[in-house]
């Protein structure tokens, strides 16, 4: 008995910045309370979402250390800036 070939993955394509993440997320949001997908495509669906979410959490982190450093150094947010 030969075995099905399982159908390609969609290989996860990282956002361009938070915003493009954020309107992903919620376009699987929407497309899982739908309830219209099948169980690979909800699988498929969340394994993406989890992905999603790991980006946010990197790119949110990295705004508080920056915004923390700001704070701690008020003045080094003026040595960029021009005259």
């Known amino acids: 008995m030969t075995a099905k070939p399982k ?3 969609s290989e996860f394509v990282e ?3 938070f915003e493009e993440a954020l309107e992903r997320l919620q376009e699987l ?3 899982l309370e739908g309830g ?3 169980l690979e495509e909800s699988v498929a669906a969340f394994e993406e979402g ?3 979410s ?3 959490q990197h790119k949110l982190k990295a705004a508080e250390v920056s915004l923390k450093k700001l704070l ?3 003045d ?3 040595s960029g800036e021009e005259v």
Do not use: G, R
């Open 29 to 31: 949001v929407e497309k």
């Open 36 to 38: 219209e997908v099948s």
């Open 76 to 78: 080094d947010a003026n």
């Open 50 to 52: 989890q992905k999603l």
């Open 72 to 74: 701690k150094n008020p």
């Open 7 to 9: 159908p390609a993955k």
């Open 54 to 56: 790991v980006f946010c």
């Open 15 to 17: 956002p361009k910045n």
